[in-house]
């Protein structure tokens, strides 16, 4: 019954009423207007461009979600700001959560996020649902994209083959974390890139000077064949003890004004960086796309409470909940 309420605009629906059979990946445009909060935004291929709301946008009516499948992974990193593990919870009954919110919460373009990115605690690949989670935001006219360590894509007898066609059907983009201890994303790149046209962003953790150096390294190296490098901070969270260095900040200012002045890839920071980019005393960081402010953007954790959080550092805090109590048939 409410399925029938929505009024959220499929791009690919209108286009095929004018006789025309897009390819998933003609993104088109959308738009929202939301005059109570002073804010008007229009989505342009995988691109917002807003005007300044005069408040925040209620946590259930924002343009970008970070989504958690569950707080397993296939990883064991020191500094994961999530504490994901092996035996970490998965989330059951994903898709029909999922499904729940665009019946019941999302049912209109105004309230409908654009994008989301799955994977903001633990590895959504080894969600048993991943590919269903996937094609159920496309059906939906939202836009999935991904972070992921890429140890699956190195292993042959996984369903890397299902996933990756799924990726390239549905998704806007990849972010590959690409980190010094981790020795599967080299070998992810390559499938991804040699079995698909998806795009490929680098996630890199800024910490120490050495660290970098090795991100130093990676955009020399990869120049081109990457889409976005996007350089996140460590933050003490989770595993991590410790946050990124000053030093650090002052010495990747100058690594990324030089891949701007020099490099083919652009260079984009994550929503964490804020602190040291408004620092009077640091230097000045200019010309790189910094995420989401959280006055956008939220994160989802599809658990028995289905519940809105401010960021995917912070989980604890419970924006908004469809449920007070656990919906154990979730
Ligand atoms: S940082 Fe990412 S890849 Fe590493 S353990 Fe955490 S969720 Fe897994």
């Known amino acids: 019954m409410l399925s029938e309420m929505r009024t959220f605009v499929n791009v690919h629906d209108d286009l095929k009423c004018w006789g025309v059979d897009p390819h998933p990946k003609d993104w088109g445009w959308k738009s929202r207007n939301n005059p109570e909060y002073g804010y008007a935004s229009i989505w342009h291929n995988l691109i917002t461009i807003r005007s300044k709301a005069k408040e925040p946008l209620p946590p259930t009516q924002c343009e970008f979600y970070d ?4 707080k397993m992974c296939n990883m064991y990193c020191p500094f994961c700001y999530t504490n994901a593990y092996g035996l970490g919870q998965v989330y059951p009954n994903v898709v029909d959560k999922i499904k729940y919110l665009f019946d019941n919460v999302w049912y209109d373009k105004n309230v409908a996020p ?31 994209n991904y972070t992921t360590n890429g140890k699956i894509f190195t292993e042959p007898d996984s369903n890397r083959d299902e996933i990756v ?20 994303w080299r070998e992810a790149f390559d499938f991804i890139s040699q079995t698909s046209n998806i795009k490929i962003n680098l996630h ?5 000077l050495n660290s970098i150096k090795y991100i130093q390294d990676i955009m020399k190296e990869y120049d081109g064949r990457v889409w976005t490098y996007v350089i996140l901070p460590l933050v003490a969270n ?27 890839t652009q260079v984009a920071v994550g929503a964490r960086m804020y602190p040291w980019i408004i620092d009077p005393d640091r230097p000045a960081l200019t010309g790189v796309q910094a995420h989401e402010p959280e006055m956008f953007s939220k994160n989802l954790v599809l658990d028995e409470h289905i519940r809105i959080t401010p960021s995917s550092f912070d989980t604890r805090t419970t924006l908004w909940q469809a449920f007070d109590d656990p919906k154990i048939f979730f």
């Open 67 to 70: 989504v958690s499948l569950g």
């Open 114 to 144: 654009y994008q989301v990115a799955i994977g903001s605690e633990g590895e959504p690949t080894i969600h048993p649902d991943f590919i269903e989670v996937l094609k159920t935001f496309h059906e939906n006219g939202v836009v999935p």
């Open 165 to 184: 066609k799924a990726t390239d059907m549905y998704c806007g983009g990849v972010a590959l974390s690409a980190n010094e201890h981790n020795t599967y």
């Open 204 to 208: 890199m953790i800024a910490s120490d």
């Open 238 to 264: 989770g595993r991590s003890k410790k946050c990124m260095t000053d030093e650090a900040y002052d010495a990747l200012v100058k690594v990324i004004n030089e891949q701007r002045e020099t490099g083919k």
